[in-house]
């Protein structure tokens, strides 16, 4: 099997939920585990930026490990890709209104934006269909399936190019995925989105 | 806020009640009977449909105890849907112990009206999305009132007023529960959830009192919910799939023994109840 031999490596950013996702990849048989301060992000293919909490702890933690740091290194060596979920993706933009405005990683122009209350519920919680816009193997098969989302931010990439998804929320349509080179982040969350979820993980290795 | 037009999705969630890591099942909140392994129920509604699971530890609450975690851990190794949790949950370690046990969401009733601030504290620690309130809340001679540890204690508090000060706070979800209807499989009261579920731009969930698929559409054509949590109607049937588990029994244990025993009605399970609610033109989440 393929996924054997893909290494993935999840960023704990001390604020929770790697558990589901280190689960859900270990069950597909990815060689899967757990970054802490000391291990060398290097040693993997894929790294992974998991997300439940607030933004500012999160870049807190991870610029405490030097982490922000070591990503930029990562991304320039070949072969390498990452994945942003759900927070995860937020942080890879350059700045949150989250609680004030926070400044991100930076990876990925653009900025995170809160739902307008008056538009629709937030946070929006539950299961929504995910349509992709461009051709490619990480979703074949997975396009206007329903994924399950909880958050009450978007991201709003500045080049509109890296699109990979959008969904339709009461009528607000916004950017579920992107693809950038060899970044992928999604809103929503694949290790919690059942079976058409495991699908989506089974695919990421594409990015590779 | 009318949502209706814009059509709203509709969450399908069982419900499963803890009691020292065994699915019991109760009446009002109370008299309860064991009914099985709930990681075996869990996964069986996961793979039927369910959009979330939730368990509520009835007793953690009670004693201050909270043992629901080594149960959490099993469980989530079994689900990829999301799992909320909620009973005895005190303050941020418990809700960090809880999320660190496999957990996506928790719920939180007691610890709330115990002190308001908890609201805001655990919001900005944890992201709105992860923190939901339940209200269980009693009738009393025409006036409703909130209740805490499983509705034996009542609150001099109204749902409304409680829910607009929870939502001030911060609060991501509201899970709304009618004591008087619980368990008693008789349709919900729908009169409090439509009032609440309209007032407020958060997701509201509805517990207590489905019987049967119509009880549920009703309450979803009439209110504002996002979600609708249910459990009798869904263990009494799915307990004939399972072994009951060999522990002392208390409680009206021939009634169990004999339902164990009869013969699986696949007509009363979430992928049925879908279907039904998909042919009444409802959002609702069929590819799985």
């Known amino acids: 099997m393929i996924f054997k031999k893909i290494k993935i490596g999840i960023i704990n950013m001390d604020c929770n939920n790697m558990y589901s996702i280190f689960n859900t990849l270990k069950k597909i048989g990815y060689k899967t585990s757990i970054i802490n301060k000391n291990k060398s992000i290097k040693n993997f293919d894929l790294v992974v930026l998991p997300g439940v909490g607030s933004y500012k702890q999160a870049m807190n933690s991870l610029k405490k490990k030097n982490m922000d740091y070591e990503l930029l290194n990562f991304l320039e060596y070949k072969n390498r890709g990452l994945m942003g979920i759900c927070l995860g993706m937020q942080l890879l933009f350059q700045s949150s209104e989250e609680f004030g405005k926070n400044s991100g990683l930076g990876l990925i122009e653009g900025n995170v934006k809160k739902f307008k209350k008056k538009l629709s519920k937030v946070p929006h919680i539950g299961w929504n269909k995910v349509e992709f816009r461009k051709k490619n193997p990480i979703y074949s098969n997975l396009n206007k399936k329903n994924f399950y989302f909880v958050h009450s931010f978007y991201c709003r990439p500045k080049n509109e190019k890296i699109i990979l998804s959008k969904t339709n929320y009461n009528g607000i349509k916004f950017c579920s995925s992107i693809l950038s080179k060899n970044i992928i982040a999604v809103q929503f969350h694949p290790e919690k989105s059942g079976k058409v979820g495991v699908k989506f993980l089974q695919n990421i290795h594409h990015i590779l | ?288």
């Open chain 2, 1 to 288: 806020m009318n949502l209706k037009k814009k059509k709203r999705f509709i969450r399908i969630i069982p419900r499963l009640d803890i009691k020292n890591q065994f699915l019991i099942k109760g009446i009002n909140l109370e008299g309860l009977r064991v009914l099985g392994k709930p990681y075996e129920f869990a996964k069986f509604y996961s793979e039927n449909g369910a959009d979330e699971i939730h368990y509520s530890d009835s007793v953690a609450s009670l004693y201050g105890t909270n043992n629901l975690r080594e149960l959490v851990k099993k469980t989530a190794k079994h689900l990829n849907i999301p799992l909320s949790i909620g009973g005895g949950i005190r303050n941020l370690n418990d809700i960090e112990q809880m999320l660190n046990s496999g957990a996506d969401k928790v719920f939180i009733n007691s610890a709330f009206v115990n002190n308001l601030n908890f609201v805001n504290k655990a919001v900005k620690k944890f992201g709105s999305s992860t923190i939901s309130a339940s209200i269980e809340y009693i009738k009393i001679k025409n006036r409703n009132y909130i209740t805490v540890a499983n509705g034996r204690n009542i609150i001099n508090l109204d749902p409304l007023s409680w829910s607009k000060k929870l939502v001030n706070e911060g609060v991501g979800e509201l899970i709304i529960t009618s004591v008087n209807h619980e368990g008693l499989m008789k349709g919900f009261d729908i009169d409090i959830v439509k009032k609440i579920s309209r007032k407020f731009n958060i997701p509201v969930l509805a517990h207590g009192g489905a019987g049967n698929f119509f009880d549920i559409l009703n309450i979803i054509n009439q209110t504002n919910i996002d979600g609708v949590i249910f459990s009798s109607l869904l263990h009494y049937e799915t307990i004939k799939k399972f072994r009951l588990p060999k522990i002392n029994y208390i409680g009206n244990i021939q009634y169990l023994k004999k339902l164990n025993k009869k013969k699986y009605n696949p007509k009363i399970s979430i992928k049925e109840l879908k279907k039904f609610l998909k042919s009444k033109k409802l959002n609702i989440r069929n590819d799985f």
